[in-house]
């Protein structure tokens, strides 16, 4: 079974200053990892994935996530966060192949003051 | 593309009645749909995921008498909230796979916010 540990149920900081929401997992199989991001009252949308290939994937919003295969992380990081920002992101695991579930963390609010 | 909805948004009903919510892919066919509970300030739990035109698979501890659900068509599952009480009060989303680049890859509904009073 995989399981996804997110340490941090909130962050707070201040606008355009940098952040790292982490992120671990634990499975005995391969995986694909995923960030999602939901806002107030909102499902949740995707943020960005790891499937194959190059270990550090990007979305089109400024953030980033790096697989570490050997720590068991994919950690998200921002350079300089936006007051739009402000959500609470989920970190996700699934097995690699077939429809298999999704199984989530339990979520970091990200907060971001002016 | 890949777009998904849920209709209601929110609903309101008496303890003891039963509430449809209907989840429908709006651009794609999705064979598979999985139902999510998230309870305030906590993580999402997956309740069932359901095959087009086969009965839904159930987590474990859930119960499939009282949260039905009807996967009848390639672009609509619905889920029942059958006899309902205040402890089914919850934010309930679902997803469905589009069968694009990656195709297993899930995309969420917007929720629906069922309060039983």
């Known amino acids: 079974a995989q399981s996804v540990t997110q340490l941090d149920s909130q962050v707070p900081v201040f606008e355009e200053a940098p952040v790292e929401l982490r992120c671990n997992y634990s499975?005995?199989?391969?995986?694909?990892l995923f960030w999602y991001v939901q806002y107030p009252n909102q499902g949740l949308q995707l943020l960005l994935k790891?499937?194959?290939?190059?270990?550090l994937v990007e979305s089109i919003n400024g953030f980033e996530a790096e697989f570490n295969k050997s720590q068991t992380s994919f950690h998200l990081r921002k350079p300089s966060v936006h007051i739009s920002d402000t959500a609470e992101y989920f970190c996700?695991?699934?097995?690699?192949?077939?429809?298999?579930?999704?199984?989530f963390g339990t979520g970091t609010r990200l907060l971001v003051s002016p | 593309g890949a777009v998904v909805s849920q209709h209601p948004s929110w609903v309101i009903c008496k303890s003891g009645t039963s509430v449809k919510i209907e989840c429908r892919s709006l651009?794609?066919?999705?064979?598979?749909m999985f139902w999510y509970r998230q309870f305030p300030k906590q993580s999402l739990m997956l309740m069932a995921t359901?095959?087009?035109?086969?009965?839904?698979?159930?987590e474990q501890g859930v119960e499939k008498d009282k949260f039905l659900i009807n996967h009848a068509s390639l672009t609509l599952s619905t889920l029942t909230v059958t006899s309902a009480h205040p402890e089914d009060s919850s934010f309930y989303i679902c997803?469905?796979?589009?069968?694009?680049?990656?195709?297993?890859?899930?995309?969420f509904g917007p929720g629906t916010r069922l309060t039983v009073t």
């Open positions: 997803s469905a796979g589009s069968g694009g680049a990656d195709p297993y890859e899930q995309y």
């Open positions: 499975s005995s199989v391969s995986v694909y």
């Open positions: 790891y499937l194959s290939g190059s270990t």
């Open positions: 996700a695991v699934r097995r690699g192949t077939g429809f298999q579930k999704l199984v």
């Open positions: 651009d794609f066919q999705a064979t598979t």
């Open positions: 359901s095959n087009e035109g086969s009965k839904a698979t159930y």
